[in-house]
């Protein structure tokens, strides 16, 4: 699981004139928006998610909580123990010093068929697959509340 937490707080205020929210319907368009935006989350991050094997990108969860104030809560977590260092980078692109072995005097990679052996490595920039998706998830908020209100019956002024 991810050691570093991203929290990204949305509150939406309704300020379309078009729009009138029914207070019957009201839990559902947030029940909506929130499947919408889990689909719409997941597919993102996924999407920036680098592969190899495929396995960091099938390790993308997600879990949602029902808070005792009415809001609702949306958890996307990753359970491979690298995703973190993918997301943030390793080496000098994230603490400026080379990398070591931890438990050996070299490194051992196969590269391209070959066995390549090395006492150092500069490590790995950040891929940001999560910083990215939530970015590129946060400009579509305003469509998916709406597509949200229109899927749960919500009548036009």
């Known amino acids: 699981n991810w050691k570093g937490v991203v929290i990204l707080k949305i509150e939406i205020r309704l300020q379309e004139p078009n729009f009138e929210i029914n207070p019957k319907y009201a839990e559902q368009v947030v029940d909506r928006f929130m499947d919408i935006s889990r689909e719409q989350l997941l597919t993102s991050i996924k999407g920036k998610t680098p592969v190899d094997y ?15 104030d009415g809001n609702q809560k949306l958890r996307i977590s990753n359970s491979r123990k690298y995703a973190l260092f993918v997301e943030q980078g390793t080496g000098i ?7 070591f072995p931890k438990n050996a005097s070299v490194f051992r990679a196969n590269i391209d068929g070959d066995v390549v052996f090395f006492r150092h490595h500069k490590g790995m920039p950040g891929k940001h697959m999560m910083e990215k998706g939530v970015k590129e998830y946060t400009v579509k908020i305003p469509n998916l509340f709406r597509t949200a209100m229109l899927q749960t019956n919500m009548r036009s002024k």
């Open 54 to 68: 495929g396995t960091l990108r099938r390790s993308w969860a997600y879990k949602k909580y029902k808070l005792g």
């Open 93 to 99: 692109f994230k603490t400026g010093h080379r990398i």
